[in-house]
T-cell receptor, first 115, second 118 residues
């Protein structure tokens, strides 16, 4: 079955500390991979995406993610967290072929930033 | 360039009622997908519309139906509302790649319509 697992429901980090959010997926073939962020009461904003090529992808707001095929993982990282990064983060996968309107999302990780 | 817009932003209904949610896609996009996001959960795919037809459907009952208009805007209808239908309903738009071109698969989301069923 196709699924996305975000093992950490809630993470708290201090401002200025580094961050890593984990994402593992189960899919028939290598999918397209995404990280979205959602602030309270808001929709989803795309942070970054992986389609092909370099397995380390850069996104907005200083985020990066690394695709590891052997581990079926796509972990999100940021070297220094800012208070404004506090939000809900979702990892998602989608099919490479055909009509890709269907994404499968993980349950999300809530990030809290301590001053 | 307007992004994806949804209306209404909030609404309250009672059990058994019907609701219609609306979505206008990002300029240049021709495909609309709808997602349901229950509290504390990730979004779940309901269905997708392209060329005014439902193209893909997730695991949702027939009470959930939709429509796409010639201007690419879309509606989501839910009949016989249940308490469990309370959620944030997200619309996402994309552009279906022309035949022979790679499909980037990127979706742009609206801010959602929050439905509360009492």
């Amino acid at each position: 079955a196709q699924s996305v697992t975000q093992p950490d429901i809630h993470i708290t980090v201090s401002e200025g500390a580094s961050l890593e959010l984990r994402c593992n997926y189960s899919y028939g073939a290598t999918p397209y991979l995404f990280w979205y962020v959602q602030s309270p009461g808001q929709g989803l904003q795309l942070l970054l995406k992986y389609f092909s090529g370099d397995t380390l992808v850069q996104g907005i707001k200083g985020f990066e993610a690394e695709f590891k095929r052997s581990q079926s993982s796509f972990n999100l990282r940021k070297p220094s967290v800012h208070w404004s990064d506090a939000a809900e983060y979702f990892c998602a996968v989608g099919a490479r072929s055909g009509n890709t309107g269907k994404l499968i999302f993980g349950q999300g990780t809530t990030l809290q930033v301590k001053p | 360039d307007a992004g994806v817009t949804q209306s209404p932003t909030h609404l309250i209904k009672t059990r058994g009622q019907q609701v219609t949610l609306r979505c206008s896609p990002k300029s240049g996009h021709d495909t609309v997908s709808w997602y349901q996001q229950a509290l504390g959960q990730g979004p779940q795919f309901i269905f997708q519309y392209y060329e005014e037809e439902e193209r893909q459907r997730g695991n949702f009952p027939d009470r959930f139906s939709g429509h796409q208009f010639p201007n690419y805007s879309s509606e989501l209808n839910v009949n016989a509302l249940l308490l469990g239908d309370s959620a944030l309903y997200l619309c996402a738009s994309s552009h279906l790649a022309a035949s022979g071109k790679p499909n980037t698969g990127e979706l742009f989301f609206g801010e959602g319509s929050r439905l509360t069923v009492l």
